[in-house]
């Protein structure tokens, strides 16, 4: 186990320091990826590189193939686990709030902790932690506890005879000692003393620390839950209010990790934060998150972060890219074609106009409203001068600048039309179901071409392609090259490519690459080579440089570099499929736009190069033996055969994962497979060493492989010294190789880092502004109705689950019509501005105040009973109208409001939803306005 552990070590400290993705893309596992749950709530890995999660029907482990699942029917205490945790020593800790802990050997097997005086029914523990030394910590309402597997003792507290609710805990590197965070502070636990963290508790306006974190220099990292994040170094607090990147609304912290390059990820309910060198970034739903409500983080071992939201399981890694999806941030499901103009912008062709791209990453919709005459767009050409030729379902278009010109011609009413080709400002070719046609745009004439008869299978032409030398070929079953005078000469291709569709043709130099339903063919004027490949269709191909292609494919994209195929599609973050002959090009930014099903944005030159995958061996079946995650086995002689099942968790690219095998004793060569599992039948008796190693599709072999010892019977010339001086000479050499390999990378990071820093800056911060006008009320600058109803749902999903009771307080002014008709609705305005400053003055952190819309406001006060809810909001209405709004020294508005309060109770109203809570609040509004205003009720 030691030499196993040791090898892992290694090689993840030699990887440590390559960055994972910071930009997008964002991954996301779902139902229909295996998760039985998309409640995830939390994330720990294990010493194996697997990722273990808890969710709302249980807990799940994901090796990189697939995700095994565990609940109540498999021997859990109850189908909602607040926390799973491997403790890398091979055993992973489940904890249930309220009902106890729970932990599985590498076998499965489940087993609970015995708590004979029932501390889990008597302390909600929603928590739990790993020490340094080994130690299981878990917190509650009265303390904490330690946990071992044969009982639990405590609660201990830091400092007897004050709140004793514990918050977080944090396990200093290094035995500085343990951090404990209160409700009256944070705490240094060191040889059994405790004493109060000195930190800016009067500037962050609050002792209780939500999470914390310790950073690679030693520094220590809290979250207060007034929304500061404070960095305390050589005793030194610096703060940053996260509160200015949220539009000052409160935010609630779930998790907080430090990577290996020193930077901050801190979960929340607001969305994901990053420090970085004292720079704050927040990412949300439009930067790629599911949801941006965040029950915890994990950063993995190979540099990929995982989260952990309300809508699934989240996962960032790999290279740049902008996604637009349809109906999340695209209007349209279709798009056939692209287009770049001379001035840079980008236009696409789909089923409901055109979507004009801008440099900065805007678009706008160009449809029947501003000219355009047909909106389902088929094909888009555009000439230097600035001209743009566009082919719908029914006729041929062209965009002069100005305006659109249509160009009618009655034969198109009744044929299908496919493409177009400019071949000069006074040629304009169509091919369509009935040959080729072409139009003289300046006499607005079209004829048909006697070389139509000379083509053979004129109807069924795919694409027809102007080359540099003014040449023209015409693909579909057949080629045929029509030269500058019109001569035409038939491509015979082999026999095998006799059945093929051809797609589309690229000229290269003097090579030219075929695109067809069966792969890419060169062709060099004498000899053809093809290049097959199996289950995804080629539909498009772009030149980048030599050896340097990319596919748009039936699934993703592909990169060609000559010889090999690099596919990429959604588990890298890339959400286009079936992309359209003509709809794959390189825009002046030198990146590549793909359409289909939505459009994705590639950078080719953000692409990194992968860490080295390690495979684990995760099953092994001799008869009726079986053995998890072995390290070893044993098998009786006379076992007719042995399974072997092994996965390569990396998390980057795995559906591109190949392994390859062998029995080292018995085989020199290795055996390549795709799948997870080998068979071996009547293994001779002796010691044999099984070893498994993985790649990326396309990839060198550069990662260690994964032993398995079998013993049938023992060998004498096997000994552990052989095995051990075998695997220090390959540790070391692999050691020798990453470091080499990590300073190229490290530069390579660096360059990249400066480039897409400077290109996406101003793009985050038009985005966040977009965001926050989306959410906010123009006049009020208050939370709109959207934002209140999303605060309102996951605040009562938060009070369902911890049991806390909840209010809601619609406020009305009284007569505000009357103000308006006095004093016009510019004072109406006024009065309404007045309310929302003074009233989000005078509420708590907790709280959110809304404008509902009209003269309505709401006000939701989570963790308030109903006695709490009436003097709270009794404070805020006297606090509201406490003064008139004075119009002149002489004339005053004065006003008042009315209230109705509806209190979700979590023992008497456990079915109630929102809407019947607001509707409740809403009719004890009336009853207010009704029994004589300025008053509240509930």
């Known amino acids: 186990m030691f030499k196993k552990y040791l090898l892992y070590a290694l090689i993840i400290f030699a990887f440590s320091l390559s960055s994972f993705a910071q930009e997008l893309p964002v991954i996301h596992y779902g139902t229909k990826e295996g998760l039985p749950s998309v409640f995830i709530v ?244 439009d930067h790629g998150l599911s949801n941006i409500w965040l029950n915890g983080l994990l950063v993995g071992k190979q540099g990929v972060l995982w989260i952990a939201t309300e809508s699934g399981l989240d996962k960032i890694s790999r290279f740049e890219f902008r996604n637009y999806v349809y109906r999340r941030d695209f209007p349209v499901n279709a798009v056939w074609c692209l287009e770049s103009l001379p001035d840079g912008n980008i236009w696409a062709g789909t089923n409901k106009g055109i979507i004009a791209f801008s440099l900065e990453g805007d678009y706008k919709i160009i449809s029947r409203k501003d000219g355009l005459p047909e909106e389902a767009i088929i094909r888009l050409e555009a000439e230097k001068n600035g001209r743009v030729w566009i082919l719908s379902y029914g006729g041929i278009h062209c965009w002069n600048g100005r305006k659109f010109i249509s160009y009618p011609y009655r034969p198109f009413d009744i044929i299908n039309l496919w493409g177009l080709l400019v071949v000069n400002p006074r040629e304009i070719w169509i091919f369509t179901s009935d040959g080729i046609f072409i139009l003289d745009p300046q006499n607005k004439t079209f004829h048909k071409p006697a070389l139509n008869d000379r083509i053979s299978d004129v109807n069924a032409l795919n694409n027809i392609v102007l080359t540099k030398n003014g040449e023209i070929f015409s693909v579909g079953h057949t080629i045929h090259r029509i030269g500058k005078d019109r001569s035409i000469e038939k491509i015979e291709l082999p026999d095998w490519g006799r059945q093929i569709s051809i797609f589309n043709l690229v000229e290269d130099g003097s090579l030219i690459w075929l695109v067809t339903d069966e792969g890419l063919i060169s062709f060099d004027g004498r000899n053809w080579q093809r290049f097959p490949v199996s289950s995804i269709k080629i539909f498009d191909m772009i030149k980048l440089a030599d050896n340097d292609y990319w596919l748009g494919c039936s699934s993703g994209v592909a990169h060609f570099n000559g010889r090999n195929f690099n596919f990429y599609g959604f588990h890298d973050g890339i959400a286009v499929e079936e992309c359209n002959t003509n709809a794959i090009l390189r825009d002046s930014r030198g990146r590549i736009w793909v359409g289909g099903k939505n459009i994705s944005i590639i950078n080719p ?197 911890n049991l806390q009771p909840l209010s809601l307080c619609i406020f009305d002014i009284d007569f505000f019509k009357k103000v308006n008709d006095t004093f016009g609705h510019s004072m109406g305005d006024e009065v309404l501005k007045l309310v929302a400053d003074r009233g989000i003055k005078a509420i708590r952190n907790t709280d959110t105040f809304a404008r509902w819309g009209g003269d309505e406001f709401v006000f939701l006060m989570p963790e308030t009973d109903k006695r709490q809810a009436k003097e709270t909001c009794h404070r805020l209405k006297n606090a509201i109208q406490s003064e008139p709004l004075s119009l002149s020294l002489f004339e005053k508005i004065t006003f008042t409001l009315s209230g109705g309060i509806s209190t979700w109770n979590p023992i008497k109203d456990r079915q109630k939803t929102s809407d019947e809570i607001f509707k409740e609040a809403d009719e004890i509004l009336y009853k207010a306005k009704n029994s004589g205003r300025d008053n509240i009720l509930q």
Not at 142 to 166: L, M
Not at 261 to 268: F, K, Y
Not at 744 to 767: M, P, S
Request: aromatic content about 10%; charged content about 25%.
């Open 42 to 285: 939390s994330l720990s890995q294990d010493e194996d590189n697997r990722i273990w999660i808890s969710h709302h029907t249980g807990i799940s482990v994901y090796d990189g193939s697939h995700f095994q699942n565990w609940s109540r029917e498999d021997g859990l205490l109850a189908n909602t686990p607040s926390t799973v945790m491997a403790d890398g020593k091979g055993t992973v800790w489940v904890l249930f709030a309220g009902r106890g802990i729970q932990y599985m050997d590498k076998n499965g097997s489940l087993y609970t902790v015995p708590d004979p005086e029932d501390i889990f029914k008597q302390d909600r523990i929603p928590f739990l932690y790993k020490l340094n030394n080994g130690s299981i910590l878990a917190t509650g309402g009265k303390g904490y506890y330690k946990i071992t597997k044969e009982k639990i003792d405590g609660p201990f507290y830091p400092v007897q005879g004050k709140n004793n609710r514990v918050i977080y805990v944090l396990d200093l590197q290094s035995n500085r000692g343990l951090l404990i965070s209160t409700a009256d502070g944070v705490f240094l636990i060191r040889e059994n003393t405790a004493s109060l963290l000195s930190l800016p508790y009067e500037k962050i306006g609050s002792r209780a620390i939500s999470v914390m974190a310790e950073g690679r220099e030693g520094e220590i990292f809290l979250a207060s839950r007034t929304g500061w994040l404070i960095r305390r170094r050589n005793g030194k607090p610096e703060t940053w209010d996260l509160k200015n990147h949220t539009e000052n609304r409160p935010i609630s912290f779930f998790e907080m990790r430090c990577d290996s390059r020193g930077r901050v990820w801190i979960a929340t309910g607001s969305g994901l934060f990053l420090w970085e060198e004292g720079e704050i970034s927040r990412f949300t739903e």
């Open 605 to 801: 030159s953000a692409l990194r190069v992968l860490p080295p995958c390690i495979p684990i061996i995760t099953r092994t079946l001799a008869g009726d033996k079986e053995d998890i995650l072995p390290e070893s086995i044993q098998i009786p002689s006379n076992s007719r055969s042995l399974e072997i099942e092994f996965s390569t968790p990396c998390f980057i690219n795995e559906q591109e994962i190949r392994h390859r095998y062998r029995m080292a004793d018995i085989e020199s060569d290795w055996s390549e497979t795709t799948e997870h599992s080998v068979r071996y039948a009547r293994l001779s008796p002796g010691n044999h060493f099984f070893e498994v190693q993985s790649r990326q599709k396309n990839e060198d072999w550069k990662g260690p492989p994964s032993n398995l010892t079998i013993n049938v019977s023992p060998r004498f010339w096997q000994t552990i010294w052989a095995r051990i001086l075998y695997v220090l000479l390959f540790v070391a050499a692999g050691f020798l190789i990453n470091i080499v390999r990590l300073r190229a990378l490290e530069k390579q990071r660096k360059k990249l880092k400066y480039l897409v820093d400077t290109q996406t800056k101003e793009i985050r911060k038009q985005r966040d502004l977009l965001a926050q006008l989306a959410t906010m009320d123009a006049l009020t600058n208050l939370p709109n109705r959207r934002k209140f109803i999303e605060s309102f749902e996951k605040e009562l999903r938060r009070s369902k689950r």
